[in-house]
């Protein structure tokens, strides 16, 4: 056997050490793990049909957050702790005339309007996703999510993670007031 062959593995190794390292660097300035790439950033709200989450047989459509006016489409649940936790903000948030959509995600229709009774409603329209269709339409990776939506039903920026002060401040708020400006031009 030729020495030159037992160099291959060596080789391999470096190689994949490489690449392993450029990847490292290329992330070094921490990319935020809660900011998740979207497809659909500046591509409009995919079609749905949704019950409405507290009037069964009551149905919403995409057209319906299509009115001059940005909104926040919050996906939540009941199984999901850090939706809890962002409840109070959302509130607070809503008493200050933001417009969010509550999208109840796969969850127990009983126990999420029995949430709302508990904690308050938040929402200007609560849709029921309780087969995650649309969820999955969005590429929902979990809950809480929060879609930035503008007038005209374009989605303009995704954050996963809670919605705190912090990130209302920093990132949504300024989006918010732009496509507030905008308004459905």
């Known amino acids: 056997m030729s020495r030159r062959v037992l160099f291959i593995p060596l080789a391999l190794f470096l190689l994949l050490a490489v690449a392993l390292l450029w990847q490292l660097v290329r992330n070094s300035d ?4 809660m900011r998740l790439e979207s497809a659909l950033i500046g591509k409009p709200i995919p079609a749905f049909r949704l019950e409405s989450l507290d009037v ?3 149905v919403y459509q995409q057209s319906e ?6 909104l926040l489409l919050n996906v939540w649940a009941t199984w999901c702790p ?8 959302l509130n ?7 417009r969010i959509v509550g999208m109840n995600y796969k969850d127990d229709r009983a126990k999420a309007v029995d949430w709302l009774k508990e904690l308050g409603n938040p929402y200007a329209m609560s849709l029921f996703d309780g087969n995650g269709m649309l969820g999955l339409d969005l590429g929902v990776y979990g809950a809480p999510e929060t879609f930035l939506i ?3 039903g374009i989605i303009r920026y995704r954050h996963a993670g809670d ?3 912090q990130v209302w401040q920093e990132t949504l708020k300024p989006l918010w007031e732009k496509y507030s400006r905008e308004g459905g031009a």
């Not at 957050?65 to 940005?70: A, E, M, N, R, V």
């Not at 939706?83 to 903000?89: G, T």
């Open 150 to 152: 503008d007038g005209r």
């Open 30 to 33: 921490g990319d935020d793990p």
């Open 56 to 58: 069964p047989g009551k």
């Open 82 to 89: 850090t939706c809890r936790a962002e409840h109070r903000f």
């Open 163 to 165: 919605l705190n002060m």
């Open 92 to 98: 607070m948030l809503a008493a200050q005339g933001v």
């Open 65 to 70: 957050l299509q009115d001059g006016k940005p």
